[in-house]
């Protein structure tokens, strides 16, 4: 299965932008790169996704390397509520849209 | 408000005994999933169906059954095959792989520990 690699942890400072990378060397042209995030507890809570093009939304911005070997979440100014494990995993057009999560970077952001 | 509801939020559950979770939509959506989460780990998927009767094993079937015989519905079954049950589980549900990107909406979890 196609695979994500991405740091075990990040820290960040309260009103600093974030960048949290993602490698996914394997990428189908077809398969779609998702970003989850999941606080303690509870289910995952999606953030965004893309294809080709870098998108944007109220949550975060996804930059997309021109290969699509690596992409990139942006938190344009983290909260202290931003603090939570982020997934990059790909949804594999090839198996049905099936997405295989991977250990995620652990975000901590500093007051 | 449309989402997914999983229920118990906690189960105890003595060694050898089945248990059922449940998972239910109202998002109308075609497919559901169930994933298997342990401490300090990613998610691992268990069994997901694309359309009602029928359904695929992921990574970790092995000691779980599931059936989906209603649209909204996906029941696992946690049975005393599963060695080590003990953990957080979570479902999930999309438009299907026909919407394009797939994106998922995951349920609260049901947390099992097997005493």
């Known amino acids: 299965d196609a695979k994500t690699t991405q740091p075990n942890s990040m820290e960040s400072n309260e009103e600093e932008p974030v960048h949290l990378p993602c490698n996914h060397s394997t990428i189908s042209g077809t398969d779609y790169i998702h970003w989850y995030r999941q606080l303690p507890s509870q289910g995952p809570e999606y953030v965004i996704h893309g294809l080709t093009s870098n998108v944007n939304n109220r949550m975060a911005s996804l930059a997309i390397a021109e290969d699509r070997k690596s992409s990139t979440l942006i938190l344009h100014r983290a909260t202290l509520r931003d603090a939570a494990v982020y997934y990059c995993i790909l949804s594999l057009y090839n198996q049905g849209g099936k997405l295989i999560f991977g250990q995620g970077t652990e975000l901590s952001v500093k007051p | 408000d449309g989402g997914i509801t999983q229920s118990p939020k906690y189960l105890f559950r003595k060694e050898g005994q089945n248990v059922t979770l449940s998972c239910e939509q109202n998002l109308n959506h075609d497919a559901m999933y169930w994933y298997r989460q342990d401490p300090g780990q990613g998610l691992r998927l268990i069994y997901y169906?694309?359309?009602?009767?029928?359904?695929q094993k992921g990574d970790i079937a092995e000691g779980y059954s599931v059936s989906r015989e209603k649209k909204e519905s996906f029941p696992l079954t946690v049975t005393s095959a599963q060695k080590n049950p003990t953990a957080f589980y979570l479902c999930?549900?999309?438009?299907?792989?026909?919407?394009?990107?797939?994106?998922?909406?995951f349920g609260a979890g049901s947390r099992l520990t097997v005493l």
């Open positions: 169906s694309q359309i009602v009767n029928d359904f």
């Open positions: 999930a549900s999309s438009a299907g792989p026909s919407s394009g990107a797939n994106v998922l909406t």
